[in-house]
């Protein structure tokens, strides 16, 4: 697997696993059912943000991660991500690669700390991967997410210094 970052060809392969993270509504704080330009101008990233792509030797897209400054100015020293794998590989060490790539870009490009504004408590793989991977539960918006399943849960803000 190689991670590199995000060209505009990547988009058509990245769109259809991110349109159906999107709709299953369980993971994410964004609409449901974007259009596909909004979603391609949010996970896009332009500089200071960047978007990256996992690809298996063939050119399969795996998964992608977006990341840059949480916030402007005096905050931003401390960057954000997002992480999206394409549900068919899932459970392959890609959510794992990405996050160990977006950590260690975020170190060298001079970044001071990493936070995660929104996991879904209930999204348990992705909150022990991060815990494993050193962030830290800061605190937990309670019933700050309507989950389509379990109703109203929490939010953690995740931490970690870099």
């Known amino acids: 697997m190689e991670i590199r970052d995000a060209v505009p060809g990547d988009w058509p392969a990245i769109w259809p696993f991110l349109r159906q993270i999107l709709a299953d509504g369980d993971t994410y704080t ?8 909004w979603a391609r101008s949010v996970w896009m990233q332009e500089p200071p943000g960047r978007t990256v792509v996992a690809v298996e030797d063939d050119g399969t897209v ?14 931003s020293h401390v960057s954000t ?3 999206m794998v394409a549900p068919e590989h ?3 060490g890609v959510g794992r690669a ?4 977006a950590v260690e870009q975020a170190r060298a490009e001079g970044y001071r700390a990493m936070q995660f504004n929104a ?8 909150v022990a991967l991060w815990q494993s991977l050193g962030f830290e ?8 997410f309507r989950h389509p ?13 870099l």
């Open 30 to 37: 964004l609409p449901r059912h974007p259009t596909e330009e």
């Open 62 to 75: 795996l998964g992608s991660a977006k990341f840059g400054p949480n916030h402007l100015g005096p905050a």
């Open 81 to 83: 991500a997002s992480f």
């Open 90 to 92: 899932a459970g392959q």
């Open 98 to 101: 990405l996050g160990e790539h």
């Open 119 to 126: 996991v879904v408590e209930t999204n348990t793989r992705a």
């Open 137 to 144: 539960v800061m605190t937990t918006l309670p019933e700050a």
């Open 149 to 161: 399943v379990h109703g109203y849960v929490g939010l953690h803000i995740m931490y970690r210094r």
